[in-house]
């Protein structure tokens, strides 16, 4: 009985230091999302951190800067999606889809 539960440690220890070692990939790679049919794009890394926005000028309406505002509220909205779809993807690779609680990887 506890020659299994020192190799299901074992495989829990090693299913760690595997997500620890994605998170870490996962934290390099950038994504990209757009809005307004590609006039605001947005790039964000796998810490959720944005690293640049790009604004077509002809989006820029002075006279209405609320359709600017919502390009960009889509755009990173999209972006940090992505980042948490890429995040779930990698990490089902490790977990064999185990049903982990949310905010444990």
């Known amino acids: 009985m506890y020659g299994n539960m020192g190799k299901m440690m074992k495989q829990v220890q ?3 230091e595997e997500m620890l070692k994605m998170q870490g990939e996962l934290q390099q790679r950038s994504l990209e999302a757009s809005s307004g049919g590609g006039m605001v794009r947005v790039i964000v890394n ?3 951190e ?3 926005i790009a604004i077509d000028p002809a989006a820029i309406d002075p006279s209405d800067p609320e359709i600017l505002q919502d390009m960009l509220v889509a755009a990173v909205n999209e972006a940090l999606r992505k980042v948490d779809e890429m995040t779930e993807r990698e990490m089902k690779k490790i977990t064999g889809g185990l049903g982990l609680p949310p905010g444990l990887l």
Do not use: C, L, N, V
């Open 46 to 48: 796998g810490r959720r």
């Open 50 to 52: 944005i690293e640049s």
């Open 14 to 16: 090693k299913m760690q």
